[in-house]
């Protein structure tokens, strides 16, 4: 045994190993590491160690990578600052993880990390991967039963039978007894009355798999008001407690759980905060020679600055084709404030990277619904005669499309009939994940697993069978273009497509200088480029630019042929167009391929206790399709202007400062035309008859804007040349802080002289309903010339808030009753306007139609009388959830029997 070794001896030759300092060394790299606990959408928990000083960015992507997620800039992680889980109790106190952050920075209270999604598609046709599509729908289920997404008992029904139909397969009465759900938790406030309903829905979704339900889930949801709203709550000028909701096209502002406007992000100048404030620039109207600055009081700095933050990533994320980089070497001199910018990937960037991946395949099981208690019937020998259910575990298939709901072997339509062509023989089957159709190929797939209903053959701009097959063309980090600004400036929208594998873009076009038309498109075919496109080209946007080039004065051909040149000579196409929607926030919603709905019931006279055939069956079409949202979907395939329409004089010089808004503008073919006004023959107003069937009676109106300070002498011209005595008035004159109409009439006791000294108006009466929801007005109407008089009636409507919906459903049928009554017997045109002349009045007109429509004993079918609307003024019916809102209006009144068929009327037709 060697005791003692002098030092040298270990400096030779031989090899040695420092023991103790690789201990220490060991010891210290542990304490070097930061554990995070992250709770997945499906409740399971993961722990990750990453470096002590390591940044949020690296532990977002080792989460992405155990999910194995490719599409992953949709998600975040969240967490508390109080440690606790997420919740609406503690909303302000809510953080995302901040990837250029430290780890340990910004959880200091400890506490879980919550895998969530941050910015909510629009759309979920734009997720290439099954597997993202079920991250969303696990979201949005925690949404519902968390009462962060708040929903009609209806559709919380429909919801709900997709999650059935995604974890129990399809339907069969032997297995399925009476009952079978009353151990899952689907949705808050669960009741046996809405299991049978979830129940019925259930047997309508046969043979869609795990993948179909769960997309046509999202389908609906993103229908919801509340879909993708990340709400903040504040305090407006007047103190009231108010939420603002940062969404993918603005900013959202609620009151008492209703919406009270959409501050799209183009019609936003600039979003800034100081401590507790923050403050929106708008747009200067047309009509307004100000600026709008909108303030609200947060509750918080850090609160205020969070809002701020969000509005930053989703303007970035959504609107954005790549995010603006930060200055780091060239910062400018005396810069304060947040130096916040959004790192990541932008949804477009997002989508085109999923695009040019690799499908992954991956098996991955699905979670269940919570169970309660239940008892399910399993007999073998009943089991055995059955075909096999689907299993929860699957195998993505990348970006395999899944069919529609309730795709029809024959096609129907919840709208009594409105369908296109039936399809043209030898169609062939056409998903997203496929080539894009040639010119001889429609657009549907035949039998059960259609992905879209019946079409005609399509050819698009584009086309062209001579030439041989291109693949597509993207550049990534291109320069911007120099016409960018007009985004910003002039309301122009910049638009790139790339062509897609047959070198086609899936848009057509019609006008042009030699037909004295404004270049527009006419047609967007589903899952192209054009339809795929960020921002979105839509059906009527009229072409300004391509490729920079002014198209104005071009004709026709000339536009095909620079489109069809420009895949050969650009490899992608830059349009910039002038989005022809009225916006209720920047582009409205997205237009979605569209489906048909099938009720499960039958639909003759028996199946409606013979109540009478065919109104009491587009009632039940009417109840249907509002359930499953088939009607909404249709309403937003509807074209907003009709095609071939001109409005070349409200483009005049003279008459577009008439316009209280650029882009919403009378047919020269139905406008209203002065004969003796002393400025012009011009009027923002259009002449609208409806007819109805089977009673003789024609109900004629003038749509019109709310009239301008510079208007009001061509308003009351207009009522005295067509003779009217009503006006129906659906709009404030000021709506949060903005003005919708010019008061053109006097106050109680005064007397209005017109510009022109011809006309006088005086108010001899004016009177509020108990509820304070209307106001009834007499006026006066004198001809100094003639000396005839005139009594005029007006009746306004309070409380509807632009762009949305009444609260109350019976106080605006009392309202439109009223309307009825008054003008009972009139052969003149009654005057309807709210602020634009289109969405509230359009509403009103319809549920007039459809209440004179139950009492001649004839069906009511909304989208034909929207379609009627539209061909004589455009965008009748601006939003989505003004089509729901009326719809909902006509089924109530019928089911109530507020609104009757007249004996009378049924003899007549007899």
């Known amino acids: 045994m060697i005791e003692s070794v002098s030092r040298r001896a270990f400096g030779g030759s031989a090899g040695t190993y420092n023991v103790h300092a690789s201990e220490l060394a060991h010891t210290r790299g542990v304490l070097k590491t930061l554990s995070a606990t992250v709770v997945f959408l499906d409740d399971t928990v993961h722990t990750f160690r990453v470096d002590k000083h390591a940044k949020g960015e690296t532990l977002l992507e080792e989460v992405f990578q155990h999910l194995e997620l490719v599409e992953k800039d949709y998600f975040g992680l969240q967490y508390t600052e109080n440690g606790l889980a997420p919740s609406l109790v503690h909303q302000d106190l809510i953080r995302w993880l901040d990837p250029n952050k430290q780890v340990k920075k910004q959880i200091r209270n400890g506490g879980n990390f919550y895998f969530r999604v941050k910015f909510y598609v629009s759309d979920p046709s734009k997720l290439q991967e099954e597997y993202t599509r079920y991250h969303f729908y696990l979201q949005i289920r925690k949404d519902i039963l968390a009462h962060r997404l708040i ?68 389908e609906h949801a993103k229908r919801c008001e509340m879909y993708g709203v990340s709400v903040h709550g504040a305090k407006d000028s007047q103190d009231r407690d108010i939420q603002l909701g940062v969404t993918a096209n603005g900013l959202v502002i609620f009151h008492a759980g209703a919406r009270l406007n959409l501050l799209s992000w183009t019609k936003i100048v600039k979003i800034s905060f100081k401590r507790k404030q923050f403050f929106v620039q708008l747009k200067r109207e047309p009509s307004e020679t100000y600026d709008t600055l909108l303030g609200f009081n947060m509750t918080t700095y850090r609160s205020c600055k969070n809002l701020w933050k969000s509005c930053v990533e989703h303007h970035t994320f959504f609107r954005l084709h790549s995010p603006r980089r930060s200055r780091k070497f060239l910062p400018p001199p005396l810069s304060l404030g947040s130096k916040f910018f959004y790192s990541g990937r932008t949804e477009y960037q997002t989508y085109q990277q999923a695009r040019r991946s690799v499908s992954t395949q991956r098996s991955f099981i699905r979670s269940r619904s919570t169970q309660r208690s239940i008892q399910i019937n399993t007999d073998d020998t009943a089991k055995a005669s059955r ?100 985004n910003l400036e002039d309301g122009l929208v910049l638009i790139r497509i790339a062509p897609d594998e047959q070198g086609r873009f ?203 300070a510079s208007t009001v002498g061509d308003f009351w011209h207009m009522l005295v040349e067509a003779g009217s005595t009503l006006v129906v008035m659906v709009t404030t004159l000021v709506e949060r802080g903005r003005t919708k109409c010019h008061k053109y009439w006097p106050s109680l006791g005064e007397t209005l002289e017109l510009s022109n000294g011809r006309f006088s108006i005086s108010c001899a009466k004016e009177e509020a309903d108990p509820s304070g929801s209307f106001v009834f007005r007499e006026f006066v109407l004198l001809d100094s010339q003639t000396g005839e008089k005139r009594d005029v009636t007006q009746m306004q409507y309070l409380a509807w808030p632009d762009h949305g919906v009444p609260d109350d459903v019976n106080r605006f049928l009392a309202f439109t009753r009223q309307v009825r009554h008054e003008r009972s017997g009139m052969v003149e045109p009654a005057i309807v306007h709210c602020s634009a002349g289109i969405g509230r009045t359009g509403v009103l007109i319809l549920m007039e139609t459809a209440m004179c429509l139950i009492e001649a004993n004839q069906p009511v079918y909304p989208l034909e009388i929207c379609r009627q609307m539209r061909n004589q003024r455009a965008m009748m019916i601006q939003t989505p959830s003004q089509y729901k809102f009326v719809c909902s209006c006509v089924h109530h009144a019928f089911t109530e029997e507020l609104v009757k068929p007249l004996p009378e009327l049924n003899q007549l037709n007899r």
């Not at 698009?460 to 990534?476: G, I, L, M, N, T």
């Not at 099938?598 to 587009?618: D, I, N, R, T, W």
Request: include cysteine; glycine fraction near 10%; charge should be negative.
């Open 506 to 708: 899936g848009f057509n076009v019609k006008g042009g200088a030699d037909l004295g038309m404004p270049i527009l498109v006419s047609r967007v075919a589903p899952n192209t480029p054009a339809y795929t496109s960020y921002p979105k080209l839509n059906e009527g946007d009229q072409v300004v630019l391509i490729n920079g080039c002014d198209v104005s004065g071009m004709h026709h051909e000339q536009v095909v042929s620079i489109i069809r040149t420009s895949r050969d000579t650009h490899g992608e196409l830059v349009l910039t167009v002038r989005p022809n929607v009225y916006e209720a926030g920047g582009g409205g919603e997205d237009e979605e391929p569209p489906y048909q709905y099938v009720p499960e019931s039958s639909l003759g006279p028996s199946a409606v206790g013979g109540q009478g055939g065919a109104l009491a069956q587009s009632m039940l079409l009417l109840a249907d399709g509002l359930a499953s949202g088939a009607l909404v979907a249709q309403f937003e395939r509807l074209y907003r202007k009709k095609p071939g329409m001109s409005m070349l004089h409200a483009n005049k010089q003279e008459n577009v400062i008439k316009n209280r808004y650029r882009d919403i503008s009378p047919y020269d073919a139905s406008r209203v035309i002065l004969h003796e006004a002393p400025d012009g023959d011009y009027i923002n107003a259009n002449t609208v008859a409806m007819e109805i069937p089977g009673s003789g009676i024609v109900n004629r109106y003038i749509a019109t804007q709310g009239p301008l």
């Open 151 to 218: 929903l009609a008992p209806s559709t919380a029904c429909l919801l709900a039978s997709y999650t059935v139909q995604s974890e129990l397969g399809d339907y069969h009465p032997d297995e399925h007894k009476p009952g079978y759900l009353s151990g899952l938790s689907l949705i808050p406030g669960q009741t046996e009355e809405m299991e049978e309903k979830i129940e019925e829905l259930h047997k309508l979704h046969k043979g869609q798999s795990p993948a179909d339900a769960e997309y046509n889930y999202l």
């Open 387 to 486: 075909p096999l259910r689907y299993d929860n575990k699957v195998t993505s298939l990348g970006s395999r499309e899944p069919k529609r709901a309730w795709d029809p072997p024959h096609p129907s339509d919840d709208e009594g009939g409105f369908l296109d062509k039936p399809p043209a023989p030898g169609s062939v089957p056409s998903g997203s994940g496929g080539p894009a159709p040639t010119p001889s190929t429609t657009l549907e797939e035949e039998g059960p697993a259609a992905i879209l209903p019946a079409r005609t053959t399509l050819n698009f701009v584009d086309d062209d069978v001579e030439e041989e097959v291109r693949s597509p063309v993207y550049e990534e980090n291109k320069p911007a273009s120099p016409h960018l600004h007009l």
